[in-house]
Nanobody, 124 residues
Framework: QVQLVESGGELVQPGASLRLSCVAS????????MGWFRQAPGKEREFVIA????????YYPGSGKGRFTISRDNVKNTVYLQMDSLKPEDTAVYYC?????????????????WGQGTQVTVSS
């Protein structure tokens, strides 16, 4: 079992930057692909970005590389989501996810393990 706990979500103004963290426990993080998803009110859950177990590969959604960057520290068992130039449409609950199979996260939008989510609100 892997437990994931996100943090860092808050209310920010448009144009601001924010970094989310996801701390894993229960297993060594390096064996898992880690991803970030988000879900806005009334919308389906959306894949944001993912990173390979070693951190060497980053996986982007079909829309391509955007304003978000993912990184990981396997010693600290932590994955980060750096969000820049935030817009009101980025408002959502952001979820961290872990799976051993990249295709599940990247193409299917599924994962074996999920965090509880952290709220990001972008508003003036």
């Amino acid at each position: 079992q892997v437990q994931l706990v996100e943090s860092g979500g808050e209310l920010v103004q448009p144009g601001a930057s924010l970094r989310l963290s996801c701390v894993a426990s229960g297993h060594t993080l390096g064996r898992y692909v880690m991803g970030w998803f988000r879900q806005a009110p009334g919308k389906e859950r959306e894949f944001v970005i993912a990173i390979s177990g070693s951190g060497d590969e980053t996986y982007y959604p079909g829309s391509g590389k955007g304003r978000f960057t993912i990184s990981r520290d396997n010693v600290k068992n932590t994955v980060y989501l750096q969000m820049d130039s935030l817009k009101p449409e980025d408002t959502a609950v952001y979820y961290c996810a872990a799976d051993s199979v990249i295709e599940k996260i990247w193409h299917e939008g599924e994962a074996d393990y999920w965090g509880q989510g952290t709220q990001v609100t972008v508003s003036s």
